[in-house]
């Protein structure tokens, strides 16, 4: 297995150039780098993998679950959140960033969490950040997403 490692070069990132434009994210070029998928790694792409994992007590079929569970619960929660703010109901909004946020941390996705938190504060404080904060929060998510089911797929052995 291979992933993608480290590049200066945005302009080559697989990532949308939306994310990759924000200076917090780490793009990816075509360098090559072997993955072991036979042991699951401390860090993958930005997650950090062996905190999370010493949350659950180093349960990696837990956390192969509780990893899938984000994917599939989470893949269109852009979309509430955003009808949420438009109905102006902080409330909804609130829970579904804060939701997100403790979630991310459990498995983590310490920049989504990071972003959630800007969020949710920009939500609760009714912040002129909020669009700012809105925007990261999305493009994060789904560049989460994205590392998450690229994750999955090489190592969803673990989950047996």
């Known amino acids: 297995e291979v992933i993608q490692g480290p590049s200066e070069n945005i302009s080559e990132s697989p990532i949308p150039s939306h994310v990759a434009a924000n200076e917090t994210n780490i793009a990816y070029s075509n360098e090559v780098i072997e993955v072991d998928t036979s042991i699951m790694p401390d860090e993958y792409r930005g997650l950090k993998v062996g905190k999370a994992l010493k949350l659950i007590g180093d349960k990696k079929s837990l956390y192969i679950k509780l990893m899938s569970l984000f994917t599939k619960n989470y893949s269109n929660v852009s979309d509430e959140l955003l009808k949420a703010l438009k109905d102006e109901d902080a409330m909804t909004a609130g829970?579904?960033?804060?939701?997100?946020?403790?979630?991310?941390?459990?498995?983590?996705a310490e920049d989504l969490r990071k972003c959630a938190f800007e969020l949710e504060d920009s939500i609760i404080n009714n912040s002129e950040a909020l669009q700012g904060h809105l925007s990261d929060f999305c493009a994060r998510l789904d560049e989460t997403l994205v590392v998450m089911d690229d994750f999955l797929e090489k190592f969803k052995h673990f989950a047996a």
């Open 95 to 108: 829970r579904i960033v804060h939701t997100i946020k403790g979630s991310a941390s459990n498995l983590g």
